[in-house]
């Protein structure tokens, strides 16, 4: 149990283009979801969390207009790179996390691979 | 203060051997720490777990130790395998949860 998938795992778009990454829970009902940015050989970086029905809080120096996040279900929140430049291709990884449950109990998906041309 | 991204250190260890990974964290309030293996081109995977009322814990193979006196948390990985090669992460929960940059593990047969 507690699977959680992204789509797609890897995208091309063309510099100035929006792109959408899906993030959804497969087995349980993620109240809230976290987004993660990681470029390589580096760790990965808070982006922002979101709360299913509420807008996203977004971490110090992450455009929220540029990055938009939506989790209008239990199973599913999406980023949206708006207006996408080189300097956005990263891997993007998000994880969700059920009500009532420990901390530990954030379960990260396999992650998209962004490369903006 | 918050982790930031750092190009990775890495460790390179003969199959069988025994692995240490550390880490340092950087909030001394954070009460609940998390090791990760990441392998390439993956999200990360829960490996164990520990929290600040404890000093040691072991799983199968792993054993996680914390010294909150100097802010370092360890990872010991005995009879380290070849599929133990991947890159590290210590995860600190405050108020959030934050990464730590990471170690990269090699397992040479």
């Known amino acids: 149990g507690a699977v959680v998938s992204q789509h797609p795992s890897w995208v091309i778009c063309k510099s100035g283009t929006s792109v959408k990454i899906e993030c959804r829970s497969l087995?349980?009902?993620?109240?809230?979801m976290f987004w993660y940015r990681q470029f390589p050989k580096q760790s990965l970086m808070l982006m922002a969390t979101s709360n299913e029905g509420s807008k996203a809080t977004y971490e110090q120096g992450v455009e929220k207009d540029k990055f938009l996040i939506n989790h209008a279900s239990l199973t599913l929140s999406t980023l949206t790179v708006t207006s996408a430049h080189p300097e956005d291709s990263s891997f993007y990884i998000c994880?969700?996390?059920?009500?009532?449950?420990?901390?530990?109990?954030?379960?990260f998906g396999p992650g998209t691979r962004l490369t903006v041309t | 203060g918050e982790s930031v991204g750092l190009h990775l250190p890495t460790l390179s260890v003969q199959e069988g051997d025994n692995s240490i990974i550390n880490c340092a964290y950087s909030n001394s309030a954070s009460d609940y720490f998390i090791w990760y293996k990441q392998e390439s081109g993956k999200g990360p995977q829960f490996i164990i777990d520990i929290r600040s009322n404890m000093d040691k814990r072991q799983g199968q193979r792993v054993t996680v130790l914390l010294n909150k006196t100097v802010k370092h948390l360890s990872l010991q990985i005995a009879a380290t395998q070849p599929g133990d090669s991947a890159v590290y992460f210590c995860a600190e929960w405050g108020n959030d949860m934050r990464f730590g940059a990471g170690t990269r593990l090699t397992v040479k047969p």
């Open positions: 994880s969700a996390a059920e009500a009532g449950k420990g901390k530990g109990e954030q379960y």
């Open positions: 087995d349980f009902q993620a109240t809230t």
